[in-house]
């Protein structure tokens, strides 16, 4: 399955919340509620937000509603989610244009908040049938940003002197983020998504637009990271937070 065929599914798959998210116009102050407009984030971040690794979406339960706002309206301008190493920020780029005003992203953003962080696997089948969906991709993503590979294991002790040297200004001590430096909660979010954004800022495929207000600061921090082994032990660290 090509990456081309994931998102013409993912399109398919989202048509009628589409169709719904149609009839409040772009000028309202109403918008689709929070909770229904997640029928489409939950395609890819699963059913209350505990992710589908497969699709290389992550969790995004109980992330900062001020974050998912921002991050949202990103992917609609097109300033994150652009570049051609992003496949899955071109998935975000689909559902961009069901969210047809800022009453339905806050309204959307307000609902993942709520959400409980650690929700369970998605789930193949019904009742005794059930089995955990299979973390396999059902495409082919050629890319060194589909994977993430360090010479070692992280290494928790190394990754605490970077994380305090380098992460603990925006994000704080215990990692859970500081809205006005635009830092999110990185306890909810998965070593392998955090590894691959470390490489989006670093390598400047996330942050370079200068329209993002504070990608810029991440990607110089990013570039602090001397190497994968650095982002590595970082995660390794924040891993036990």
Same mark, same amino acid.
């Given at each position: 399955?090509?990456?081309?065929?994931?998102?013409?599914? @993912?399109?398919s798959?989202?048509?009628?919340?589409?169709?719904? !998210?149609?009839?409040?116009?772009?000028?309202?102050?109403?918008?689709?509620?929070?909770e229904?407009?997640?029928?489409?984030? &939950?395609?890819? *971040?699963?059913?209350?937000?505990?992710g589908? /690794?497969?699709?290389? !979406?992550?969790p995004?339960? &109980?992330?900062?509603?001020?974050?998912?706002?921002?991050?949202?309206?990103?992917?609609? !301008? &097109?300033?994150?989610?652009?570049?051609?190493?992003?496949l899955?920020?071109a998935?975000?780029?689909?559902?961009?244009?069901? @969210?047809?005003? #800022?009453? +339905?992203?806050?309204?959307?953003?307000?609902?993942? $908040?709520?959400?409980?962080? %650690?929700?369970? /696997?998605?789930?193949?089948?019904?009742? #005794?049938?059930?089995?955990?969906?299979?973390?396999?991709?059902?495409?082919?993503? $050629?890319?060194?940003y589909a994977?993430?590979e360090? /010479?070692?294991?992280?290494?928790?002790?190394?990754?605490?002197?970077?994380?305090?040297?380098?992460?603990?200004?925006? *994000?704080?001590?215990? !990692?859970?983020? @500081? $809205?006005?430096? %635009?830092?999110?909660?990185l +306890?909810?979010?998965?070593?392998?998504?955090?590894?691959?954004?470390?490489?989006?800022?670093?390598?400047?495929?996330?942050?370079a637009?200068?329209?993002?207000?504070?990608? /810029?600061?991440?990607? =110089?921090?990013?570039?602090?990271?001397?190497?994968?082994?650095?982002?590595?032990? =970082? @995660?390794?660290?924040?891993?036990?937070?």
């Amino acid at each position: 399955m090509n990456n081309g065929f994931i998102l013409v599914l @993912l399109a398919s798959a989202l048509s009628a919340t589409l169709a719904n !998210a149609q009839m409040y116009p772009v000028d309202s102050d109403e918008g689709v509620p929070g909770e229904e407009m997640f029928q489409a984030c &939950g395609f890819c *971040h699963g059913n209350v937000g505990q992710g589908r /690794p497969r699709l290389d !979406a992550p969790p995004i339960a &109980g992330l900062q509603a001020w974050y998912i706002e921002r991050q949202l309206n990103n992917f609609d !301008a &097109g300033i994150r989610g652009y570049h051609e190493e992003d496949l899955p920020g071109a998935q975000m780029d689909v559902i961009s244009s069901m @969210l047809r005003n #800022e009453a +339905t992203i806050k309204n959307v953003a307000a609902f993942v $908040e709520s959400l409980e962080p %650690g929700g369970p /696997p998605m789930m193949r089948g019904r009742g #005794e049938n059930a089995q955990p969906e299979p973390l396999e991709r059902p495409f082919v993503w $050629e890319s060194e940003y589909a994977s993430f590979e360090s /010479p070692e294991p992280g290494d928790v002790a190394r990754g605490a002197k970077i994380y305090s040297g380098t992460c603990l200004a925006c *994000h704080g001590a215990k !990692a859970l983020g @500081l $809205e006005n430096l %635009g830092a999110p909660n990185l +306890t909810v979010l998965p070593v392998w998504y955090m590894a691959r954004q470390m490489e989006y800022f670093r390598d400047d495929i996330r942050g370079a637009d200068r329209r993002d207000v504070f990608g /810029p600061q991440m990607a =110089v921090f990013a570039k602090f990271l001397a190497d994968d082994q650095a982002i590595a032990d =970082v @995660l390794a660290y924040i891993d036990t937070l």
